[in-house]
């Protein structure tokens, strides 16, 4: 039996799910559950920053950067996706196939970085979180999206229960803040992204960890302590 490559199965399992990725991104960027993240990049990082998209898929959130003012590249593990974004791209976005935990850019290199939904797929989500501080400039931003405890995804890594090995890497939105603040990287703001049922009144008095403990994705947004 050939041995576990993690890179080798995330790759092939994100191949495979290009086309059905490429379906639904349109909508997940201006309906769903991605919608309020351009905006939200609007609030904290200057129009004609240098944004990093990591994990971009068919690079529908790069575009979208792109036509909010920024300066992006985007990058994903997987050719297909990475074919997709260049068939669609807007012509100045460079996008190029590459692993997070192993970012091919110069340290400091970009003003802030995007990565929504990434950290979970990685094999070492430490590795990939210090990769996106290393290419920040100081007091860069990161804007990260991490699924909550009511997210359908988090379904792909219970194999792991039996023993088996899978791509998918989860953690709840407190640990990864917790991460993030062990690596210099400090918390400023961020939104709950939640499912239908639950209210702006059940939530609106709770601490911050119990809003994150309901939701399908917790969006961050982090600072990178200044040299």
Known sequence: MDEFSWKR???????????????????????????????????????????????????????KLYRSGYTVSGIDLSGEMIAAADRAGEGSISFREGDASNL?????????VMAINVLEWTESPLAALREMKRVLRDDGMVCAGILGPTAAPRTNSYPRLLGEKVICNTMMPWEFQQLAAEEGLEYMDGFGVFKQGVMDQHIRSLPLELKQSLTFMWV????????
């Open 9 to 63: 199965e995330a790759e092939t399992a994100w191949n495979d799910r290009a086309s059905f990725w490429r379906s639904r991104s349109r909508d997940m960027w201006e309906n769903g559950s991605r919608k309020d993240i351009v905006p939200f990049v609007e609030k904290h990082v200057p129009k004609g920053s240098k944004v990093l998209d990591i994990g971009c898929g068919d690079g529908y959130g790069s575009q």
């Open 220 to 227: 961050f947004m982090l600072q990178k302590a200044g040299g």
């Open 104 to 112: 091919p850019y110069e340290d400091g290199s970009h003003d802030a």
